[in-house]
Nanobody, 129 residues
């Protein structure tokens, strides 16, 4: 079992930046993909960014390409999402996630598309006004 804890959400004006972080514990070493998903009120959950633990390859949603950067620190079992040029439409609850046996693009589109169940953090709110 993997436990995930996010931090770093908050309120910011449009054009500003925020950095989200996620710390993993438990059997995290078995996870192959880590990422960030978000859900705005009355909208479906969507994938934001994914990074593979071993090689650091990344995949982004079209809506955040060029603005958000995902990174990871393998040794510390942490990963982060640097969000720049934030827009009001980025307002959502952001969740970090990790899973065993995945490919980046399919998992970004659908967190059910993996060998193992996706583990989720509790969420952190990002509000852009």
């Amino acid at each position: 079992h993997v436990q995930l804890v996010e931090s770093g959400g908050g309120s910011v004006q449009a054009g500003g930046s925020l950095r989200l972080s996620c710390v993993a514990s438990g059997n995290f070493y078995r996870s192959s993909c880590m990422g960030w998903f978000r859900q705005a009120p009355e909208k479906e959950r969507e994938g934001v960014a994914v990074i593979t633990r071993i090689d650091g390859g990344t995949q982004y949603a079209d809506s955040v390409k060029g603005r958000f950067i995902i990174s990871r620190d393998k040794s510390k079992m942490t990963w982060s999402l640097r969000m720049n040029s934030l827009k009001p439409e980025d307002t959502a609850m952001y969740y970090c996630a990790a899973v065993i046996g995945c490919s980046r693009q399919p998992w970004l589109r659908d967190p059910g598309q993996a060998q193992g169940p996706t583990n989720w953090g509790q969420g952190t709110q990002v509000t852009v006004s």
